[in-house]
Structure formats: C-alpha cells, structure tokens
C-alpha cells in the first residue's frame, strides 16, 4: 500500500455514531459512546460524546458534551465494540436500580465493588485491570496505615 491509501481522506470521519470506548485507568471505570460527529480537520476529529461511570449512589452519566480526537483516538480511551458497551449499559442499569433499593451504606459499597468487578471482568483487558486495581488498593491501604501510625 501506498502512503496515500493509509492516510484518512480530508473529511472522512473516522468515527460513527454508536462508537464505544472505556477509559484506560481502572479506576475510575468510564465507558465512552460517540452521540454526533461534527466534522474533522486534519488529524482531529470533533464529537458530541457521553460518559458511563458507577459510584457508590448509581449510575453516573455526563451527557452530550463536546470531545476532541487526535489522530484517530481519544486521551486515555482504547476501542470497544459495541455489542460489549451495551451489554455495560445493561449492568449499569441494573446496579443503578439495585442501588437504589439500598439503605444500609455498607451494603451499597460492596454492591458498587462487585458490579464494578463485573464490569470489569467483561473487558477484553480485565486480568491485567484487576491486578492494577488490586495493586492501587493496596498502595492506598499502605498509605493510610502509614499515615494513621505516624
């Protein structure tokens, strides 16, 4: 191939609507669709995005803002597809609803961990997730104790 048939032709989205990524970071887990792209200009592609993330009190979702890619991804997002965002909204869903039914703080905070598992457990990447998440659990248990007995 040449260089010519590698490059994306000058408005040639490379996005569509539907798109689905997940944030690289393991916590915390954010999954990303593509709402509109709104055009693109060199090596930017410009897009009306919502974001998916748990917490502690349900489902939080930051709605149709704006999101600049450069050359073909997005900061910290890796591609999903998007049979995989869906069956995540569905989770998310049901721990939304599950959440809600909840009065005792510490059940919702087990609950939150074992969706967020789950969630985590779907992706294509989830053995190398869950051994950082547990590594960053543990620095952060280190860091507390240390910091409590001075």
Known sequence: MSKIDNEIKEGTPR????????GMAPHPLVFME??????NAGNKDFCIVTWYSLNE???NAQRRFP???????????EPISRKLLK?????????????RQLTDK????SLYKDYNRKLTEMLPDAEERLALAQQIEKEIITTVKKTITG
């Open 15 to 22: 996005f569509k609507k539907g798109d689905a990524f997940v």
């Open 34 to 39: 593509i709402n509109e792209v709104e055009g």
């Open 87 to 99: 069956e995540v909204k569905s989770l998310m869903r049901q721990y939304d609803a599950d959440v």
């Open 57 to 59: 009190s349900g489902l």
């Open 106 to 109: 510490k059940k919702a905070k």
């Open 67 to 77: 999101m600049v890619a450069v050359d073909g991804g997005f900061c910290n997002f």
